[in-house]
């Protein structure tokens, strides 16, 4: 908080900050160093092809891919996105090729780009997880794995693993435990103390955690009745969800101050990447914007020096979790 006062009383009086000397390098624990903060939400990217056409990829901080599971999944049936207010809701189902093609054929295609990749991983049971961490191990260019705890846990009548503390435990204990990388637990919003799941999941092996996963919404079309998702009900995400997020990351980094944190959740600015930061993150994700804007993610992280550099600040860090009371 010091560095940061210090800084404002610069503000006004004009920055002798060059905006080519602010440094963006963000660390995520010990073993964990990007280049910038800025990385991609997963499920938003996919792994990373469809926009590479848009920009080099390898300007991101790193590229958070889809999450990836043991066996190829089809996804749910359409419809699988709703348009909100201020946001969409998806049922996509986690959709992938499944590990072992993933890790031939997407991997490759990262690799070559040489983007550091983190590898979202997806299971209904602690054993699936514990898999996808071995079939991931030491495998070349993964910087991380985030493990997608946002699921269903067929073992514990489907009770979503990140909504009980036991369970977010047992999942990410199996990862950690054979992981070679560090690995960030996907938090769900959709409970009632987010910093003891996030608790659970550091006490288990976790580096840090990544937050926010959508929040579970429903929408119904008022003339025909139905629901606008085939799946009734689906993940909100977009500019509704992002005071969540900030709570959310806000919550968390009160009660873990040392736990690194990628935030997310309707980031589309500049400004909102500041304020996940303010609130306690280290990395933030830009996901749903890139549907509207397949350059958000490269226009935030252009803009992010000069709003630095104008507010007289030399790097990112020192903002973080710097809000006031
Ligand atoms: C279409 C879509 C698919 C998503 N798929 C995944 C996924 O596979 N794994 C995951 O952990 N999160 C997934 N998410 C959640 C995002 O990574 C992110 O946590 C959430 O959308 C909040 O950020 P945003 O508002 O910037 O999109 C998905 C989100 C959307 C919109």
């Not at 049922?91 to 983007?115: C, K, T």
């Amino acid at each position: 908080m010091t560095d940061a006062t210090r800084s404002d009383s610069r503000r006004g009086g004009g920055s002798e900050i060059d905006p080519a000397d602010v440094d963006l390098r963000v660390a995520l624990g010990d073993k964990l160093a990007l280049r910038n903060p800025i990385v991609t939400g997963s499920g938003t990217f996919a792994s990373g092809q469809e926009v590479d056409r848009f920009f080099d990829v390898r300007r991101l901080g790193a590229v958070v891919v889809k999450s990836v599971t043991v066996e190829p999944r089809r996804g749910l049936p359409t419809p699988r996105m709703a348009e909100t207010a201020a946001g969409m809701l998806n049922a996509i189902g986690l959709q992938n090729p499944g590990i072992d093609a993933w890790l031939a054929h997407d991997l490759p295609w990262l690799n070559s780009h040489r983007v550091p990749t983190i590898v979202s991983i997806a299971g209904n049971t602690t054993a699936e997880y514990r898999h996808l961490a071995e079939r991931l191990r030491d495998a070349p260019g993964v910087v991380a794995i985030e493990a997608n705890i946002s699921c269903p846990n067929v073992d514990d009548r489907d009770i979503v693993f990140a909504c009980r503390e036991e369970a977010t435990h047992e999942a990410i204990t199996q990862v950690a435990r054979v992981s070679s990388v560090p690995v960030f637990a996907k938090l769900t919003p959709d409970v009632t103390d987010i910093s003891l799941i996030a608790g659970a999941a550091h006490e288990a092996g976790a580096t840090g955690v990544s937050v926010i996963n959508t929040l579970l919404g429903m929408a119904i079309d008022t003339e025909t009745r139905r629901p606008k998702l085939a799946a009734i009900t689906g993940g909100l995400s977009g500019p509704a969800i992002k005071p969540i997020a900030v709570r959310a990351v806000h919550q968390i980094h009160e009660a873990h101050p040392q736990l690194p944190i990628i935030g997310m959740g309707g980031v589309r600015s500049v400004e909102d990447v500041v304020e996940l930061v303010l609130a306690g993150a280290s990395a933030v994700a830009v996901g749903t914007a890139t549907f509207t804007n397949p350059l958000a993610a490269l226009e935030i992280l252009e803009g992010l020096p000069s709003w630095l550099a104008e507010h007289g600040y030399a790097t990112l860090r020192q903002l973080r979790g710097a809000w006031r009371r």
